[in-house]
C-alpha cells in the first residue's frame, strides 16, 4: 500500500509549477476582474454601495469607489499578463485585507482563499510564462 502512495505522491510532485502558477493567475484575475466591471457598469451605484454599505473611515465614498475599481482592474490585469506581478499582488492583498477587516468580516472564507492564492503569487512569482520572466530574466 506504501508503494501505491509513493507513486502517486511522485506523480503529483511532478506537476509542473509553471501551469500552477498560470492558474493561479488567472482564476484570481476573474475574482476581481468581475468586481471590478460590475463598479465600472455603474459607478453611480458603486459610490452609493462606498458611501451606503462599505463606510470606509478614511476615504470619501467618491475617491473610494474609484480607487477600489481602478485597483480591481488594473492589478488583475497586470497578474493575469504577468507584469509587474508581486506589486499588483501586493495592491490586492491590501485591498482583500481591507475588505476583510473594514468591510465584509464575516466573508473569510472568500477572503483567505484569495490571500492564498494572492502570497502564493507573491511569494513564488508569475512564472516563466509572464512579462516578468522576460523582462527581468537573471543574466
Known amino acids: 500500500m506504501t508503494a501505491f502512495f509513493d507513486a ?5 510532485d511532478a506537476f509542473p509549477l509553471q501551469a500552477l502558477q498560470l492558474l493561479m493567475r488567472f482564476s ?5 476582474w468581475r468586481s471590478g466591471s460590475l463598479k465600472v457598469a455603474n459607478m453611480e451605484q458603486a459610490v452609493g454601495l462606498f458611501r451606503d454599505e462599505y463606510k470606509l473611515p478614511v476615504l470619501s ?3 473610494a469607489a ?3 475599481t481602478a485597483v480591481e ?11 509587474f506581478t508581486r506589486l499588483a499582488a501586493l495592491s490586492l492583498i ?3 485585507l481591507t475588505i476583510q477587516f473594514l468591510v465584509y468580516w464575516n466573508d ?4 483567505l482563499l484569495w490571500l492564498a492564492i494572492l502570497v502564493f503569487i507573491l511569494t513564488r512569482g508569475p512564472g516563466p510564462y509572464s512579462f516578468d520572466a522576460l523582462l527581468f530574466r537573471k543574466r
Open 73 to 83: 482592474l488594473a492589478a488583475p490585469c497586470l497578474i493575469l499578463v504577468g507584469l
Open 94 to 96: 491590501v485591498l482583500t
Open 8 to 12: 502517486w505522491r511522485t506523480r503529483l
Open 66 to 68: 474609484y480607487l477600489g
Open 28 to 32: 484570481i484575475f476573474w475574482v476581481f
Open 61 to 63: 465614498p467618491e475617491i
Open 108 to 111: 473569510y472564507p472568500s477572503h
